[in-house]
C-alpha cells in the first residue's frame, strides 16, 4: 500500500503544475485586471501604470507565473491584490466554516440517503420504491438559491424559528448552539442535493448486489433477511457508494460559493466570488490549488478505502 501512495503523489505534482498553470491562463484571459477594479475609473493613466508596476502586472505571463510558483516553492501564496492580507491567512481563517458546512451536509446528506436507498431497493418496483425516486429527482431539480431563499423566507420570515446568515448573531455572545442555528439552513440546501443524488446511486447499486446467486443461498440456508440485505448485499455494494462519496467532497466545496453566499456564511465559496470580481490573482490561484489537492486527495483516499471494503483489491 506504501508503495502505491507514494508513486501516487510523486504523480499528483506534475499534475498540480499543469492545473496552476491552466488556471493562470484562464485568468489573463478574463477580461479586466485588479486595478481597474481597485482604482476610481478617473485616475490618471500614469498612476494606473504604477499601481500596475507595483502589482507586477505589467511583467510578461511567464515572469508573472514564474514569481507566483517561486513564491509557492518557498512556501509562500502571496498578498491579496485587494485586502493585501496574506493569502494563506485569508483561506485559514475561511477554511473551518467551509468544512464545517460542507461535512455537516454529507453526513445529513448520507444519514437520509443511505437507509432510504436501501429500502427503495428492497421494495423494488413498489410504491415506496416510486415515492424514493420521484423525491430523488425532486431534490436533484430544485435550484440551491431557489431553495434556500425559500427556507429562508418560510423559518425567517414567517415562523422565526432561525437566523437569516451568517455564522453567529451579531452582538450574541455565540457559541456551538447559536453557531449550530445558523448551521441549519445553508446545510440543509446542500444535503437535499446530495440526498436526491444517493439515493439513486444507492438503490441502483443494490439492485445489481440484491439480485446475485449467493444471496439467492443466504436465504434458503435460513439467514434472516436483516443479515442478508445489511451485512451481506449492502457490504459487496460498498465500492460504487464509496466513488460516489468520494467525488461529492469536491462537489460540496465548489456547490458551496452560492449557499455561502446566500446565507452570508463566512467560507471558502464567499471568499471565491469576492476574490472573483475583485480579479484578485493570487488568492484565485491559491483557492484553484487548494480545490485541485482537495480533488486529488479525495480519490486517493477513496481508492484506499476499496482495499477495506474489498480485501480483494490490493494495490503494488
Known sequence: ???????????????LLGITVISFIIMKLAPGNPVDMLIDPNTPPELLDAKKEMLG?????????????????????????????????????????TLLLALTALLI??????????????????????????????????PPFFLGLGL??????KVHWLPTGGMSTLGGEGGIGDTLRHLILPASVLAVGIVGKK???????MLDVLGQEYLRTARAKGVKESLVVYKHALRNALLPILTVIG????????GSILVEQ???WPGIGQLTMQSILSRDYPTLMALNLAAAIVVMA???????????????????
Do not use: C
Open 1 to 15: 500500500m506504501l508503495p502505491y501512495i507514494t508513486r501516487r503523489l510523486l504523480i499528483s505534482i506534475p499534475v
Open 199 to 205: 439515493i439513486r446511486y444507492i438503490r441502483a447499486s
Open 109 to 142: 446528506g448520507l444519514l437520509i440517503a443511505i437507509p432510504l436507498g436501501i429500502a427503495s431497493a428492497v421494495r423494488h418496483n413498489k410504491a415506496f420504491d416510486h415515492t424514493m425516486t420521484g423525491l430523488a429527482f425532486v431534490g436533484l431539480s430544485i
Open 262 to 264: 446566500i446565507f452570508q
Open 152 to 157: 429562508i423566507y418560510l423559518f425567517t420570515l
Open 298 to 316: 479525495s480519490n486517493l483516499v477513496t481508492d484506499i478505502l476499496y482495499s477495506f471494503a474489498d480485501p480483494r483489491i490490493q494495490y503494488r
Open 247 to 254: 467525488t461529492e467532497i469536491p462537489v460540496l466545496l465548489g
Open 57 to 97: 502586472l505589467n511583467s510578461s505571463f511567464i515572469v508573472q507565473y514564474w514569481h507566483w510558483l517561486s513564491g509557492l516553492l518557498h512556501g509562500q501564496l502571496g498578498y491579496s491584490f485587494s485586502s493585501y492580507a496574506p493569502v494563506a491567512g485569508m483561506i485559514g481563517e475561511r477554511i473551518g466554516p
